[in-house]
């Protein structure tokens, strides 16, 4: 299996612009994750889906992003319009989600720089 | 709640010396525990988990045992190598269906 794969690996932009990261998780898999990582807050999970279903959004910071899962093998996370606060590595991630033995498959991450 | 903690970072180690990082969790009920490893540039990736009670995980020479009565799954290596250099978390996913915590994550740095 290819593992998670996300696009594009690097994004520089100026604020104002809309920004979409993309998310192709594990085939199988039946649930995906969104962080982002920086360093002054860490690993912060922004939003889940579970069958294509978002099940917890609270992480997201605000209005400006938004998430989609049209279906079981592709995920966006858009950013409209994009600050330099938002500048982060934004990571996929996806798992099986069966009882306590879930264990969560993480992509490469979208490094993105707003300017 | 639940949450992690690590110990504060960054650690520094001279190559072949013992590794330790301590990682203890509040959590409902009895969560599976996990560390996770951050290269540079890359994503995390899964080091070793544990999923009950006195279970040790292991990998790559990296070992941690869940301990119950502390809350604790410290991290150990008998040896570090210049390739381990990383950060690593800690993380628990409980039991009742709520999301994975990481822990803020441990810079480990070897020098040759």
């Known amino acids: 299996d290819a593992g998670v794969i996300q696009s594009p690996r690097h994004e520089v932009t100026e604020m104002g612009q809309e920004v979409t990261l993309r998310c192709k998780p594990i085939?199988?898999?039946?649930?995906l994750f969104w962080y982002r990582q920086t360093m002054m807050r860490g690993l912060e999970l922004l939003i889940y889906?579970?069958?294509?279903?978002?099940?917890?959004d609270s992480g997201m910071p605000e209005d400006r992003f938004s998430a989609k899962m049209p279906n079981a093998s592709f995920s966006t996370l858009k950013i409209q319009p994009s600050e330099p606060r938002d500048s982060a590595v934004y990571f996929c991630?996806?798992?099986?989600?069966?009882?306590?033995?879930?264990?969560?498959?993480f992509g490469p991450g979208t490094r993105l720089l707003v300017l | 709640g639940n949450s992690v903690t690590q110990m504060e970072g960054p650690v520094t180690l001279s190559e072949e010396a013992f590794l330790t990082i301590n990682c203890t969790y509040t959590?409902?009920?009895?969560?599976?525990l996990f560390w996770y490893v951050q290269y540079p540039g890359e994503g995390l990736q899964l080091l070793l988990k544990?999923?009950?009670?006195?279970d040790k995980g292991s990998n790559k020479g990296f070992e941690a045992t869940y301990r119950k009565e502390t809350t604790s799954f410290h991290l150990e290596k008998g040896s570090v190598q210049v390739s381990d250099s990383a950060v690593y978390f800690c993380?628990?996913?409980?039991?009742?269906?709520?999301?994975?915590?990481f822990g803020p994550g441990t810079r480990l740095s070897v020098l040759p």
């Open positions: 959590a409902t009920g009895y969560p599976s």
């Open positions: 991630a996806s798992s099986f989600r069966e009882g306590s033995q879930e264990t969560q498959y």
């Open positions: 085939s199988g898999h039946n649930s």
């Open positions: 544990a999923t009950k009670a006195d």
């Open positions: 889906f579970n069958n294509n279903v978002p099940i917890d």
């Open positions: 993380a628990l996913r409980p039991r009742d269906g709520q999301n994975f915590v």
